[in-house]
């Protein structure tokens, strides 16, 4: 069985609008998200009730060690609800003395004023929506703020980060972006490196269906960097970082050292951690649970919960533990990779099934073995950097056939 759950991460669904390539669960309010007498006041107001509500009736547990509000914007709330937030979490577990708490910032929400608020409620750690510096960029991609916000932006955290305020901050950027070239990409490393942060997170993009970019990619007109661009740009990354002094210690996180993100790593490594509100998902003891996402399912989940207790994933007696293709997948994802057999044991494989289901897989993943991007050594596999990372999803749908394959009863 996991480790009692020592993290959490809650949802604040709000923003101003949808970006372009945003699948995510949230809740557009507008440009006046937090007017006086708005709809969108009244939105939060009453989210909030149920995301107290939600967090009151959780099971005990243990102290919690890394905590991350995410979004969505979290940034649009004010200083009080976060807290109080914050106060209804610690009051059901508690938290961790040096429990390392995250909040999501979007540099069109707050002033410098407001980081010191938020640090004033426990606030440790800083993750900022950056996604470009690049003004005609961010306009296409449907974001609200400019490059001129966001550097003054960085400025902001990275003063309070160095006046010892803060633990550490992270800057967020999206490669692959339409229009992008491997040219223009390193103008972004290089604009990144100069605000000093300590952690930095590389998502490609994806196009999901139900989005702007989906819809324009099915007619074929989403300029996208093609498949060599995509790679060169991947490669410029790692190179560029790791000359800046840069670790990759998961494929999208770079950081300095002892920067890198304790809820980050917590996720990877397959400990359990609660979630709460709209669209969240939790996995406390192994087993994944994602709420509706909607407002409106969302509160009618949370009345029957309340009512009935129905879900089995939150309580330890009645969850299942994370099933091992599921391990074998986010486990990769970590610089230092898997031990397959240990990992297959605390599953509850015998040493014969170990010996030839495992033999079985290396014949799947012959090929990714055969040319360096996927590495194994005394047991342990590993993605090569940057190669086996860019080709991740290739080498894991092998893992996949591989597990489809095998006769288990689970």
């Known amino acids: ?16 609008k949808r970006c372009f390539y ?14 006086p007498g708005s709809p969108g006041i009244t939105s939060i107001n009453a989210y909030l009730d149920l995301l107290h509500r939600e967090i009151s009736m959780a099971p005990k547990g243990p102290a919690l060690s890394t905590i991350y509000l995410g979004g969505g914007t979290p940034s649009l709330l004010k200083k009080n609800e976060l807290g109080e937030l914050l106060k209804s979490l610690q009051q059901k577990f508690g938290f961790q003395d040096g429990a390392e708490l995250t909040m999501e910032v979007d540099p069109a929400t707050f002033y410098e004023n407001d980081l010191n608020g938020y640090i004033e409620i426990g606030i440790n750690r800083f993750s900022l929506g950056g996604q470009s510096f690049d003004d005609s960029t961010l306009a296409s991609i449907g974001r609200k703020h400019s490059r001129s916000q966001l550097i003054e932006a960085c400025n902001w955290v990275n003063n309070l980060f160095k006046k010892g305020l803060l633990k550490s901050w992270s800057l967020d950027l999206i490669q692959n972006l339409p229009g992008l070239n491997s040219l223009k990409w390193i ?6 490196i100069h605000t000093e942060a300590p952690h930095i997170s590389i998502y490609d993009l994806t196009i999901e269906p139900n989005t702007v970019f989906g819809r324009i990619h099915k007619k074929g007109k989403l300029n996208v960097p093609i498949e060599s661009e995509s790679q060169k ?24 050292p002892g920067h890198a993100s304790r809820h980050n790593r917590m996720y990877w490594s397959g400990s359990g951690w609660w979630g709460f509100g709209m669209g969240a998902t939790s996995a406390p003891w192994g087993e994944r649970f994602s709420r509706p996402k909607t407002i409106a399912g969302y509160k009618k989940w949370l009345e029957r919960q309340e009512s009935q207790l129905l879900e089995r994933t939150l309580f ?7 099933p091992l293709d599921e391990l074998i997948m986010i486990g990769l994802r970590r610089r230092e990779g898997i031990h397959l057999e240990e990992l297959a044991k605390k599953s509850g494989w015998k040493q014969k099934e170990c010996d030839k289901n495992l033999e079985l897989l290396d014949k799947f993943w012959i090929n990714s073995l055969n040319d360096g991007s996927l590495i194994k050594n005394n047991g342990r596999y590993f993605l090569s950097d940057p190669r086996g990372m860019q080709i991740s999803n290739q080498i894991l749908i092998q893992m996949f056939l591989w597990w489809d394959s095998l006769d288990l009863d689970l």
Do not use: W
């Open 1 to 16: 069985m996991v480790a009692p759950p020592r993290s959490a991460y809650l949802h604040i669904p709000f923003c101003h």
């Open 22 to 35: 945003c699948d995510f669960s949230i809740i557009p309010l507008g440009d006046s998200a937090q007017a």
């Open 187 to 192: 103008k972004e490393l290089e604009q990144a």
């Open 233 to 256: 740009i991947d490669f410029e990354t790692n190179r560029y970082l790791r000359s800046k002094g840069f670790s990759r210690y998961e494929i999208s996180s770079y950081s300095l």
């Open 316 to 322: 330890s007696e009645k969850s299942k533990p994370m």
